[in-house]
């Protein structure tokens, strides 16, 4: 099975600032990946699929990068509603393992 | 709109099963893979399997190889989870997904709004 390894577990940060979260696979994944965003008692949200790209709807100030075995999420500009826990996923193969989870908190 | 809406909550004891059901609509049933996950309380996403509605075929998690059975009905275009010999960390919300491929990879693009279920004796 692929592992996925988020970093960090979790961070505080202020409205506006220009928040990084990193994921790094087990093995080399290619594009196959994928960052969800989930508020408290609600289900995941997907903000951005094949590493980069934008899910339809999501602002464009999350954005995705990387290839390969590591990845960033990055968040220019957070807004209070950004506040949650952010999820990697590897799509390459199954079992479609998630990372750990980061949590964005209120600095 | 597209969307996927699971079945109510559930309180069980231990050993015994619960099957949770994931209704879809706004759009073909049969054109996508669903996917369930587990997360227990305060606690990340855990991938169980997946069921392809067009034909029916499965693929679980090791973790619940033996316990998990996931199903579909197409003329109702639902598809379900049974779990079985429940414990008590078994407890915890279940979420099903829809699997879209677009640009030649994969993402869980929706969500059911999640089921909870408790384990207790």
């Known amino acids: 099975d692929i592992q996925m390894t988020q970093s960090p577990s979790s961070l505080s940060a202020s409205v506006g600032d220009r928040v990084t979260i990193t994921c790094r696979a087990s093995q080399s994944i290619s594009y196959f990946f994928n960052w969800y965003q989930q508020k408290p008692g609600k289900a995941p949200n997907l903000l951005i699929y094949g590493a980069s790209n934008l899910q339809s709807g999501v602002p464009s100030r999350f954005s995705g990068s990387g290839s390969g075995t590591d990845f960033t999420l990055t968040i220019s500009g957070l807004q209070p509603e950004d506040f949650a826990t952010y999820y990697c996923?590897?799509?390459?193969?199954?079992?479609?393992?998630f990372g750990q989870g980061t949590k964005v908190e209120i600095k | 709109q597209e969307q996927l809406v699971q079945s109510g909550a559930e309180v069980k004891k231990p050993g015994v099963s619960v099957k949770v059901s994931c209704k879809a609509s706004g759009y073909t049933f049969t054109d996508y893979y669903i996917h369930w996950v587990r997360q227990a309380p305060g606690q990340g996403l855990e991938w169980m399997g997946w069921i392809n509605p067009n034909g029916g075929a499965t693929n679980y998690a090791h973790e619940f190889q033996g316990r998990v059975t996931v199903t579909r009905d197409t003329s109702i275009s639902t598809s379900y989870m049974e779990l079985s010999g429940l414990r008590s960390d078994d407890t915890a919300v279940f979420f099903c997904a829809r699997d879209r491929s677009l640009y030649g990879t994969n993402s869980f693009d929706i969500w059911g709004q999640g089921t909870m279920v408790t384990v207790s004796s």
């Open positions: 996923q590897q799509s390459y193969s199954t079992p479609r393992t």
